[in-house]
């Protein structure tokens, strides 16, 4: 099996399987690419929430939401899901409890739908927002010294073009 896998793998020099105990063909999790994606977002995603939960009282999900709504104001909450890649329930209870602290508030976006809501983030949402960026972006320095800027930039197209494909799977 291993050799039919390698043989069929023409898009990468390393191989994302090898040979296992008792001749198996298992994943080679120093090259397999999701463990690798994987690994590092459950690590800065936990990290992450510990940090903004213990400093600022919100968590991850609720800081990504801030993030794209400062990016992107007065959106409907489809957006966010869908460019931050987050489940929609989520979201939800996000806002909500963002709402409920005062850092968003929303718009009426159809009249003939009164829950679909346009959200934007309230000037004690910005101040926040600019707090928790000032560490996300302190800790995007630490998690990528010592890479080539070059190398980063290569990175950064590599991944783009996965997030890309991750919509074909």
Sequence with gaps: ??????????TRISSPVKLGPHDRTVL????YVPYFLSSINN????????????KFGVGIVAW?????LAAEPDIPAARICDFVSLDKAAVS??????????LVESNQA???DPRRRNWRLTSTGYTLHDNILA???RREEQLIAGV????????????????????KL
Excluded: C, H, W
């Design 93 to 102: 209870r996000a806002l909500t409890t963002l709402n409920d602290q005062g």
């Design 135 to 137: 560490i996300a972006v």
């Design 148 to 167: 080539d800027p070059e190398e980063l930039e290569v990175f950064l197209r590599v991944i783009r073009q996965m997030r890309l494909n991750v919509e």
């Design 64 to 68: 990504r939401t801030m993030s794209m």
């Design 1 to 10: 099996m291993t050799e039919e896998i390698l043989e069929s793998r023409k």
């Design 28 to 31: 080679d999790l120093e090259t």
């Design 43 to 54: 690590a800065l995603t936990r990290k992450a929430s510990d940090t903004y939960l213990e």
């Design 110 to 112: 159809s009249e003939s």
